[in-house]
């Protein structure tokens, strides 16, 4: 006679098994810390459903967390019996995300709990009101909260019984369209796509616009994860005193002889496969007696065709960085949990963050060791974490925002609108300083030519951590680095 396995799952619930007994064990797999200061992420999707076949390291699920999106892997082979947090659900550290039903082999006499569970058929009947194991082990998952955006949401819907990929179901819950609206769907058995969410926003948009305001009705938005994240940032900031200087730096030299060179020499592994110069024979073939280093391998996302502002700017900033150490330093974490004094950690390198505005909010990748990079390569790694940080969802790893993100931090505004100065606000961990970029303007300079002189001038608006930086340290770092972007001929030494 043949015991299937529901069967000797009964059976070894309520008996003793000996020496390399085979056990069937249901473990909870919970959310680890994945990042410091991180405490809750939102399921964006799962990879697997229930009864699938799971081994180490397989894929379980993607997580978005305030920082970047993260897969999580099994640390069990074993099946899947139930999902405990639904796709668009917020998790908890330690809280567990799914049950995972291993093979367990002991050495000693394993003891079944106390309670006894009766054997299942192999096939149950279709009139069968057994309860499933899952269901007894543990609760049933929380029912998924819609985003409410659009006005016209219902309060509960069958969402769940909705035909559509997991990437349709994260974009609609990120537009605030419930998907029950829309089914049946224009895809293959009613599925609902992409192409149908669009089609109904832009219905909704046009019909608010040929509605009556005194008809309009207000709505409340929940906040995103990510601009959640940057609330309970803001809010910490306020435990940092501020000190604030500004100043100008004077482009006119990069901008009229350092740039244009620069962009003639672009190398052609950076260059768009439409834009690559073709090779030209050589009389001397300078891979006569040895061959050539072969190119870096460069994703697409970081191709570029003109080299902006910004790179130079950041490998100069780099420079001044190794000149002065404090300002590669940043304050040691958990220092008043232990109560001590306050201490630096200075680090051997210069690690700069990017602001950088995602349709999810506000992100800081950090370029690691950007003095060891030239200029070429950080335009790549910047257009990269670009692309990255606008897809939906974010597409950032824990690789591009390490836990210790950059002493400074950079933020571009100037590309964005016509303004000369801003007040950035530094947050605890955010480094010891922060400069945001203005919009280059050409003005007409006495004070250095005495004749005058047309000069383009970038202006600047810096904010540091006055616990540890002194005004006159920021404004003579901030002076170092006039030298190396305003003589960059000095980059040749």
Known sequence: MFLTRPFLRGISRVSHFHSSALVYAAKTFKLADIGEGITECEIIKWSVQPKSTVQSFDVICEVQSDKASVEITSPFDGIVTQLLVQEGDVAKVGSGLCIIEVDEEGDETVEAPSETITPQPVTPAPSSSATPLSSVLTPSAPTTRPHPLDPSHRTSSPETDVLATPSVRHFAMRSGVDLALLAPGSGKNGRIEKSDVDNYLNRSSSDVSSSSLPSASDVIVELGRTRYGMWKAMEKSLEIPHFGYSTSLDITELHDKVLPVLNKHIPQHYLPESSRRSTDVLLVNPAAIHPLPSSP???????????????????????????????????????????????????????????????????????????????????????????????????????????????????NVGAIGQG??????????????????????????????????????????????????????????????????????????
């Open 420 to 493: 000369e100065s801003a007040h950035p606000v530094l947050v605890p961990g955010g480094g010891v300083a922060i400069v945001a970029l203005g919009r280059a303007k050409w003005v007409w300079d006495v004070d250095t030519f005495p004749s005058g002189a047309r000069r383009l001038k970038l202006p600047l608006s810096w904010s540091a951590d006055h616990r540890v930086v002194e005004g006159a340290e920021l404004a003579a770092f901030v002076e170092c680095w006039r030298g190396w972007v305003e003589e960059p001929a000095r980059l040749v030494g």
């Open 297 to 411: 391998n460069v994703s697409p996302n970081a191709y570029f065709t003109r080299l902006t502002y910004l790179p130079f700017l950041l490998k100069t900033l780099a420079i001044a960085m190794n000149e002065w150490p404090l300002l590669r330093s940043s304050i040691t974490p958990d220092f008043a949990a232990t109560g001590q004094k306050p201490t630096l950690t200075i680090r051997p390198k210069a690690d700069i963050s990017l602001a950088l505005s995602t349709p999810s909010g506000l992100y800081t990748p950090t370029l690691q060791d950007v003095g060891k990079l030239g200029v070429y390569d950080i335009m790549a790694k910047v257009k990269e974490l670009g692309y990255k940080g606008r897809q939906t969802p974010s597409q950032l790893t824990p690789s591009d925002m390490p836990k210790r993100g950059g002493t400074i931090t950079v933020s």
